[in-house]
């Protein structure tokens, strides 16, 4: 029996590994964080401060915190799939045979639990904008949007 696990990361990555030979075999991109927009430099050239360095450490931090695979997990049907959720509100499914995205499912929030059902290719996610949803991985289609939790 190949025994694999599915690792999410803070840098928006999955990566599948196999446990036996610890051999990493496959990295997906959730994903990546934005290029920050330069802002328009002032005519005077200011010299840094403690403060703007902390703003600068505080915006990063963000950015990491906004890219982080939150949740992850193989699809229990026979298809070849895996799923991830992150902070950025997306679920994504991925073909592992050819390690492309099928489909994003796109939430209010961030995706912070998933789970496959048993048999067949549908994946409940849970979302910090408080709703549960269930998603036909095959498509991308919403089945129905649970809302009324606190």
């Given at each position: 029996?190949?025994?694999?696990?599915?690792?999410?990361s803070?840098?928006?990555?999955?990566?599948?590994?196999?446990?036996?030979?610890?051999?990493?075999l496959?990295?997906?991109?959730?994903?990546?964080?934005?290029?920050?927009?330069?802002?328009?430099?002032?005519?005077?050239?200011?010299?840094?401060?403690?403060?703007?360095?902390?703003?600068?450490?505080?915006?990063?931090?963000?950015?990491?915190?906004?890219?982080?695979?939150?949740?992850?997990?193989?699809?229990?049907?026979?298809?070849?799939?895996?799923?991830?959720?992150?902070?950025?509100?997306?679920?994504?499914?991925?073909?592992?045979?050819?390690?492309?995205?099928?489909?994003?499912?796109?939430?209010?929030?961030?995706?912070?639990?998933?789970?496959?059902?048993?048999?067949?290719?549908?994946?409940?996610?849970?979302?910090?904008?408080?709703?549960?949803?269930?998603?036909?991985?095959?498509?991308?289609?919403?089945?129905i949007?649970?809302?009324?939790?606190?």
């Open positions: 029996m190949v025994l694999f696990i599915f690792l999410g803070v840098d928006g990555t999955l990566k599948l590994c196999h446990i036996g030979n610890k051999r990493m496959q990295t997906l991109v959730h994903s990546q964080p934005q290029q920050p927009q330069q802002p328009q430099q002032q005519e005077e050239e200011q010299e840094p401060t403690d403060a703007m360095e902390d703003d600068v450490e505080d915006d990063e931090e963000a950015m990491i915190d906004a890219i982080a695979v939150e949740c992850c997990g193989f699809c229990c049907s026979e298809l070849p799939f895996v799923a991830s959720g992150g902070m950025d509100g997306q679920l994504k499914v991925w073909d592992l045979n050819t390690g492309n995205l099928r489909v994003a499912c796109a939430h209010g929030a961030a995706v912070v639990s998933l789970k496959w059902h048993a048999t067949m290719p549908i994946v409940t996610t849970a979302c910090l904008d408080k709703q549960v949803r269930l998603w036909d991985a095959r498509s991308g289609n919403l089945i949007a649970l809302t009324g939790h606190v």
